[in-house]
């Protein structure tokens, strides 16, 4: 496909695991961002990647956060020791580059924490 | 603290009505002003956008309003069709052209249901 893939679409896990959250970006797109969307919400920015490196990671709420794109073109977001307020819609987006206004959003991943 | 404010939370609109939706942003620092718009298990999708070197820009049904004094946007849409029924937000950021970054600040977004 020619957009944005997110994987697992659905995720439904304990209170305490482990989590990773696959992004594929459109090919050829050197910027990725994740965001998080709550319920009832906008997407709240978490990181952004240029190429391989994360060039600003202050959305993270906390270290238990952490998110990797080893090669520059996939990306996965990890969460340790999971907490219900994790709860969310967490969301992958790519653009050509930084300087293009426009985000390529994927369609989710939909993370429930029991 | 929210640094884009959007209203209303939800509207409903005849078919062939205007939709308004309106935002807010606090950061003067702010010069790109995007809209997205989102259907039911859907990503986000950019639908138009506005620099605050104009005061309006339309895009064929879709128009921008910007009032940058008021630092208040808003999102018209002519002619609302049952289609154009879906969450639309309002984001704020700094220009990403000149800072090579997208950083966007989302309103709480709006639900549109346009009657048939």
């Known amino acids: 496909g020619a957009g944005v893939s997110q994987t697992p679409s659905n995720k439904v896990t304990e209170k305490g695991k482990y989590v990773e959250l696959r992004c594929d970006p459109i090919?050829?797109?050197?910027?990725l961002y994740w965001y998080r969307q709550s319920l009832g919400q906008g997407p709240e920015f978490l990181i952004y990647?240029?190429?391989?490196?994360?060039?600003?990671d202050s959305g993270l709420p906390n270290d238990r956060f952490f998110a990797v794109r080893p090669e520059g073109s996939v990306s996965t977001l990890k969460i340790q020791r999971t907490e219900r307020g994790d709860s969310a819609v967490y969301l992958c987006?790519?653009?050509?580059?930084?300087?293009?206004?426009?985000?390529?959003f994927g369609e989710g991943s939909r993370l429930t924490v029991l | 603290q929210q640094q884009v404010k959007q209203s209303p939370q939800s509207l409903i609109v005849q078919k062939g009505g205007i939709s308004i939706i309106n935002c807010a942003y606090e950061?003067?620092?702010?010069?790109?002003f995007p809209w997205y718009q989102q259907f039911p298990g859907k990503g986000p999708a950019l639908l138009i956008a506005?620099?605050?070197?104009?005061s309006e820009k339309k895009e064929g049904r879709f128009t921008i309003s910007f009032n940058k004094s008021a630092k208040q946007f808003s999102l018209h849409i002519m002619d609302s069709q049952p289609g154009d029924s879906a969450t639309y937000f309002c984001?704020?950021?700094?220009?990403?052209?000149?800072?090579?970054?997208?950083?966007?600040?989302f309103g709480s977004g709006t639900k549109l249901n346009v009657k048939p």
């Open positions: 950061n003067t620092a702010f010069d790109y």
């Open positions: 987006a790519s653009s050509s580059s930084g300087r293009t206004g426009e985000l390529f």
């Open positions: 990647f240029q190429g391989t490196g994360a060039a600003d």
């Open positions: 090919s050829g797109h050197t910027a």
């Open positions: 506005i620099r605050p070197d104009v």
């Open positions: 984001a704020a950021s700094k220009d990403p052209y000149r800072y090579n970054f997208n950083k966007f600040y």
